[in-house]
């Protein structure tokens, strides 16, 4: 962990950066934001020669990888940043200049403990893309099977580290703030940002995640995921199938090579839907880059690194969300956000059925080109402090993916329903799984655990409430300050550290502008 002046140190330089993207000027126009974080701001964009409209991408950019990952978060959050600044960070390209070839060749040969030449008989030392993570290079394996190897970059780990450290700190005071500010759980946002990456920076878990999808989309014709090879992947190098295919954002080369584009965009969304409503396993970074089409019309995905996954209660509450909104049962819809507890009880339900009415009615039965999925969410999040609803991480990512999927089938098909493709799947997976044979076979099965534990929960009484004779359970013990604890308590009363709380503020109150609220 840390020092608290290291923190402030980094936010300080960070807030330059912003400043000077023009980035941290809504934040002192916003309502929402605490009168400390005003004042403070100003302090750290003294001196900073002031873009005249915000690049809010430009700057996250600027700042590095890390900052990189967060504004692609953030980005689908217009309820946290403002739409001005999700629609400019929805344009945060993931890439950077490459490392030095022979930079890639030492983590290779040092991670698996053999020379380049015996893993593989051809290897471009020309990436084909390098992101803030990772950089992908073409090679062929000795057996001649043609990959694709995707490489950490050297020290990327360590940095990531140093820079979410930071963000924890930032998201701990920012909370402190309350208000506002705590109902956004922007302590929860950073932990959710911190497992992601995480998973990212383990091509292990990106290549098992691979793996698991592929067995979710068994049975799904059209669409592939590309095979791993095992014995050249470990936590710093992936090696996975090579795919030849034409980018699934090229529309005029996939019209050229004949492909039926209104059909490969409504099987896009029907897998999508798979992954998230059927498996509760979904790719996450279904962005135009990661997406081919093979020769077939099959679409092969590829990049794995952000995962989403939902449990089944949360995919059976989705699915009735998403069907009661093509429906219009907007009673219903809002019965299951306080069945969730999205809302809190304190309010009415049939109120919140007429808000959410007021979102859901002017998009049903229009094209994507008209209304958009995209402008619901932007709609559903604007109620969302009128009914107090906290943030859910869980669907975080499944809000990001569903935009890009939106996206790419606009791309596509720009007259596609999304609702009139969704519909009759989510149909048909409610009624295998919500119907009375469902029932009754979740019924059975939940019985059944339940009479198994039965031995374990008498043992577990039995450890609880030993028979007599035994210890006696110890009484609560009292809280006492400790003496350095008082000895930091006086001092903070002291101006010397005074003066250091408020530079600390004001080193958080220039990340906020960035990572954690009120943009634009």
Request: glycine share 8%.
């Amino acid at each position: 962990m840390a020092k608290p002046s290291t923190h402030i140190w980094r936010l300080g330089r960070w807030a330059r950066i912003l400043a000077r993207h023009g980035a941290l000027r809504g934040i002192q126009n916003d309502p929402n934001t605490p009168a400390p974080v005003k004042r403070l701001i100003g302090l750290f964009s003294v001196g900073t020669l002031k873009s005249s409209e915000p690049d809010y991408a430009g700057a996250f950019r600027a700042i590095g990888p890390a900052a990189i990952k967060l504004g692609q978060t953030l980005a689908t959050r217009p309820d946290l940043v403002g739409e001005e600044a999700a629609r400019n960070l929805l344009k945060l390209q993931d890439d950077l200049p490459p490392v030095d070839f022979k930079l890639i060749r030492q983590s290779i040969e040092s991670t698996f403990e053999q020379t380049l030449e015996s893993l593989y008989s051809e290897f471009d030392p020309e990436p084909i893309g390098a992101a803030s993570i990772a950089q992908v290079h073409r090679a062929v394996t000795t057996e001649g099977r043609h990959v694709a190897v995707k490489v950490l970059r050297p020290g990327v780990r360590e940095q990531f580290a140093r820079d979410i450290d930071t963000y924890e700190w930032a998201a701990a005071h920012l909370e402190s703030f309350g208000g506002e500010a705590a109902r956004l759980r922007p302590r929860l946002i950073i932990a959710n940002f911190k497992r992601w990456t995480a998973r990212e920076l383990d091509l292990r878990r990106e290549a098992a995640s691979a793996s698991e999808l592929a067995e979710h989309m068994v049975g799904s014709p059209g669409y592939e995921i590309p095979g791993i090879d095992w014995d050249r992947t470990n936590g710093r190098v992936m090696t996975i199938d090579w795919v030849d295919g034409i980018k699934i954002s090229n529309v005029d080369a996939l019209v050229a090579a004949g492909h039926d584009t209104p059909e490969i965009a409504n099987r896009l969304v029907l897998a999508f839907l798979k992954q998230a409503i059927a498996a509760g396993f979904f790719h996450a970074d279904m962005h135009q880059g990661n997406l081919f089409v093979k020769a077939d019309g099959t679409i092969a995905a590829i990049d794995f690194g952000i995962m989403g996954r939902i449990d089944r209660q949360a995919r059976m509450w989705l699915a009735e969300i998403l069907y009661g909104l093509t429906t219009g049962n907007y009673k219903r819809v809002a019965e299951i956000h306080f069945e969730a507890q999205y809302v809190p009880s304190y309010h009415n339900v049939d109120e919140f059925a007429t808000a959410l009415r007021a979102v859901g009615e002017p998009m049903r039965g229009k094209p994507v080109s008209e209304l958009s999925v995209g402008q619901m969410l932007d709609g559903l999040f604007a109620i969302t402090r009128d009914f107090d609803m906290q943030t859910q991480p869980h669907l975080l990512l499944l809000q990001k993916t569903m935009v890009m999927v939106e996206g790419i089938a606009t791309q596509l098909n720009p007259q596609i329903n999304m609702w009139d493709v969704s519909a009759p799947y989510v149909r048909s997976w409610i009624r295998d799984e919500l119907g009375p044979e469902a029932a009754i076979a979740d019924r059975i099965k939940t019985d059944t655990e339940t009479l198994l534990r039965i031995p374990d929960l008498v043992r577990r009484i039995e450890d609880r409430f030993p028979p007599k004779g035994g210890a006696p359970e110890p009484p609560p013990l009292p809280d006492i300050e400790l003496m350095w604890e008082r000895r930091t308590r006086k001092e903070g009363r002291s101006g010397i550290l005074g003066y250091a709380l408020a530079a600390a503020g004001g080193g958080l109150a220039a990340w906020l502008a960035a990572a954690q609220g009120w943009i634009g």
